[in-house]
């Protein structure tokens, strides 16, 4: 019954996968029987599984198929898994599983039923399985209840890369993560080692307009265009597998990337906005929060989280620098800069917006950002405040060069 998918993934396993590997493949413990990778189209999740596959070939029996394969569709996932199991098999990979329709409850029937085999995953960043709670979204009525992966899955996310592996894949030397509280005490001495390897400004502007995706390796020339192509695909197909979306709702998600893309966090009006893409304010929020869960924006200032946003977002952001090259013409500077961090320190860090300052982390740290001569003005009266610079090569005291945050992970 799975020769046929057994062929197919013996011949995915003969073709060559890329030597770079990202940060995440080192953090997953992949002895955990169910394990997921989510994020957004294009970050690599599906290389870090042909990886993984390539490591253990060799001593496990495994099998690799796409989700939404004719054959995966007709046989469904838990009688696949039950028959691979059957004839030894021990890993079994699963790409792009948010095209499988209530693939929550099969994965929870493969984790009870089956305690030999191990199943890895990869999914849209959209799917709710954080928690792996979708009813408690807060959209009951358009997100039914679903089978409860939260004490069974573990799940990891992957982001769009960081400067520091962009400088990686460029410059084939290796530079060393660190923590943000590393960072605040020693950015002088980090970005100066740093230095000795290689000149961040040779490369810092094209990592922010054709370097967050690891497919510009090998698509520079039609970088933009694949890029769009993915990003149409989260809006027009993903998003509307997922939460059930109306066809005639796709077009207001769209324009709200566009208006986002041309306004400035500061400047966006819920009303315009609301007018624009003909959304009542309660479901403009709500698909708000899609969007977010979706890897295309961000929010600061939602005092709920998920797909519930129910209170007045502070500011709007693009997720990552190379999405106002598909969405606008252009991006003013300090956007891009405030983009940029934002899109650098949210993976580890809780971050939000504060009364006084750009940002604040963790509840703790400030952030003001902006160019070379940007003074402490904002935040002078605040502890533990720093100004983030761009265009400096090397910070001093509380003034750290804004490409530094590139290496938080």
């Not at 708000?288 to 295309?296: K, S, Y």
């Not at 300052?357 to 952030?367: N, P, Q, R, S, W």
């Amino acid at each position: 019954m799975i020769e046929q998918l057994q062929l197919l993934s013996n011949q995915i396993l003969a073709q060559k996968v890329p030597d770079y590997k990202r940060f995440l493949f080192s953090e997953i413990d992949f002895n955990e029987r169910l394990i997921g990778v989510l994020g957004s189209r294009g970050v690599g999740k599906t290389t870090i599984l042909l990886q993984y596959l390539h490591e253990i070939y060799k001593n496990k029996k495994t099998l690799y198929i796409m989700a939404d394969h004719p054959i995966v569709v007709q046989l469904g996932l838990f009688a696949i898994a039950d028959e691979f199991q059957k004839k030894g098999g021990e890993v079994l990979i699963i790409d792009e599983i948010h095209k499988i329709k209530s693939f929550e409850v099969d994965l929870k029937l493969i984790y009870d039923s089956f305690f030999s085999l191990n199943v890895v995953f990869t999914g849209s960043n959209a799917v709710a399985i954080d928690n792996a709670k979708v009813a408690n979204s807060g959209c009951e009525a358009n997100f039914p209840r679903k089978a409860d992966l939260s004490r069974r899955a573990v799940i990891y996310k992957l982001p769009v890369l960081s400067f520091r592996e962009f400088l990686e894949l460029e410059t084939n030397e290796k530079f060393e993560p660190f923590s943000l509280e590393d960072l605040l005490k020693n950015h002088t001495l980090l970005a100066t080692e740093i230095l000795l390897k290689v000149k961040p400004f040779v490369y810092f502007e094209e990592y922010l307009k054709n370097g967050a995706y690891p497919f510009y390796t090998t698509s520079k020339t039609s970088y933009i265009q694949k890029l769009l192509s993915a990003s149409m695909q989260i809006l027009e197909t993903d998003l509307p597998m997922i939460y059930t979306i109306d066809h005639d709702k796709i077009n207001a998600l769209k324009k709200m990337m566009i208006m986002l893309c041309q306004s400035e966090p500061y400047d966006i009006n819920i009303s315009k906005l609301c007018g624009a893409v003909e959304l009542n304010q309660r479901t403009l929020y709500k698909y708000l929060g899609i969007l977010q869960a979706a890897g295309l924006i961000r929010i600061l200032g939602a005092k709920s989280s998920g797909v519930s946003i129910i209170s007045k977002p502070e500011k709007l952001y693009l997720d990552n620098t190379n999405l106002f090259s598909i969405f606008c013409d252009s991006a003013k500077i300090g956007t891009i800069r405030e983009t940029f961090f934002a899109s650098s320190v949210s993976y580890k860090h809780n971050i939000n917006y504060p009364k006084s300052g750009d940002f604040i982390l963790d509840d703790k740290y400030t952030f003001e950002i902006g160019g070379k001569d940007k003074n402490i003005k904002q935040i002078k009266n605040l502890e533990d405040a720093y100004i983030v610079a761009d265009d400096i090569e090397i910070g001093i005291d509380n003034k750290i060069p804004l490409w530094l945050f590139g290496f938080i992970y």
